[in-house]
């Protein structure tokens, strides 16, 4: 990774460059598995008053009478929900997995818990039962649980140091992609009809086997097969090939010296990372980014948003565009902001309020998408090292998909009970995460793991001073006899 100037003076740091392996990797692992996500989490809205009428048809065919409202609000807060709570799920297999199949292995085992949840939705509607669509949507659930935390973990380990946040935003987009297609997709032209929405549920199979087919041509994490393997020569291909050149002596001796400290420290268990006083301000910092993240209420959006848009006086037949709309929008993400929806429920008299709520909620959409959504991913990777990663991504993803799954589940009596005044909520949960980002979380740019991992010792009063040489001795301190050239 380095190499000496003309002059023969100081070695001149190589930059890693986007290689072609680097890039395809990222692309199928992204489309593969972030895609899905983003995906599941639109594609009931559209279709939602279709699938509710083959919920209370289906009722009324078992025990002829119809649903009652009530239970069908209850029983449709379910179906949206139980996406999240899978996907809560899916962030407790996180560790266990990775550690044992691999960041790549991990993705590629995951994929059943794409297809099979595809056929079972697919088939829904012959088979006359609402069970299977509420059962896949937890299965599929735990799909994107376990590739969010996933696929930014296999990419941060991919990635040289100074494309680890630009490739770290790629499983976002893919998000925001997913999003926008069944978005798409739900036009009542194409799919989000009576007869086409179940083959709209069932097409979130397709990515999975193409990622399924693909993904074993490329390199597993190189800190992977080094640190946790113990195979150097696999880890040394790997590198090579995805920094497109043979000397990666440099990288290779960063990951040794994580790996010598890997080795005196062992690997760190949920438990043992929340004892970990070297830690605190990591684990407090992705714990609220996290929440902030999905309390911020964008989901209630994605998951809700022509009932929303409904309440803010859209016209019934131009709800699916904007929704279309929105979803572009949140693709090309161009500036940070976020504001209060309004509602025609303030302004009955004014004609053009609903105007006003779209571009207000675009403009919520923008804000979260080029900060809040993609920044904790590509943090939680920095701040951890391999250790204690898999455990981190672990936390992160159950708080992520646990406050995700509130939304889901609350919003709609939020929505009945405080009107427009739901978003408020939110706008302040989006305020406290600002602040805090503000003064706690440091900037990352470019820094190696271990430069990072220095970086906190001060904010947990962790006292260091590191010879280069054992750099990785005390960056998770647990004040092991060091050795001679490491002062405390």
Partial sequence: MAKENEDGGKPVERRGRLTVVLALATLISAFGSSFQYGYNVAVVNSPSVFMKQFYNTTYMGRYGRPMEDSFLTLLWSFSVSMYPLGGFFGSLMVAPLVNKLGRKGTLLFNNIFSIVPAVMMGVSEIAKSYEIIIVARVIVGICAGLSSNVVPMYLGELSPKNLRGALGVVPQLFITVGILSA??????????????????????????????????????????????????????????????????????????????????????????????????????????????????????????????????????????????????????????????????????????????????????????????????????????????????????????????????????????????????????????????????????????????????????????KLDIFILHYTCQTHFKPPPSSVTF
């Fill in 183 to 464: 978005q798409v997709l739900g036009i009542r032209n194409i799919l989000g009809n009576s007869t086409g929405w179940p083959l709209m549920l069932g097409l979130t199979g397709i990515p999975a086997v193409i990622e399924l087919v693909l993904l074993p041509f490329f390199p597993e994490s190189p800190r992977y097969m080094l640190i946790q393997k113990g195979d150097e020569k696999t880890a040394k291909k790997a590198l090579q090939r995805l920094r497109g050149w043979e000397n990666v002596e440099e990288e290779l001796e960063e990951m040794r010296l994580e790996e010598q400290s890997e080795r005196a420290e062992g690997r760190l268990s949920v438990l043992s990372l929340l004892s970990q006083r070297s830690l605190r301000w990591q684990l407090v910092s992705i714990i609220i980014m996290n929440m902030g993240q999905q309390l911020s209420g964008v989901n209630a959006i994605y998951y809700y948003a022509d009932s929303i848009y409904a309440t803010a006086g859209v016209k019934e037949n131009d709800i699916q565009y904007v929704t279309v709309g929105t979803g572009a929008v949140n693709v090309f993400m161009t500036i940070a902001a976020a504001t209060v929806l309004n509602s025609k429920f303030v302004f009955t008299s004014v004609t053009w309020m609903p105007y006003i709520s779209i571009a207000c909620v675009i403009i919520y959409v923008i804000g979260h998408a080029i900060g809040p959504s993609p920044i904790p991913y590509v943090v939680t990777t920095e701040m951890f090292r391999q250790s204690a990663r898999p455990a981190a991504f672990m936390v992160a993803g159950s708080v992520h998909w646990l406050s995700n799954f509130t939304v889901g589940l609350i919003f709609p009596f939020l929505e009945t009970g405080l009107g427009p005044y739901s978003f408020i909520i939110f706008s302040v949960i989006c305020l406290v995460t600002l602040v805090y980002i503000w003064l706690v979380v440091p900037e990352t740019k470019s820094k190696t793991f271990l430069e990072i991992c220095q970086m906190f010792a001060k904010r947990n009063k962790v006292e260091l």
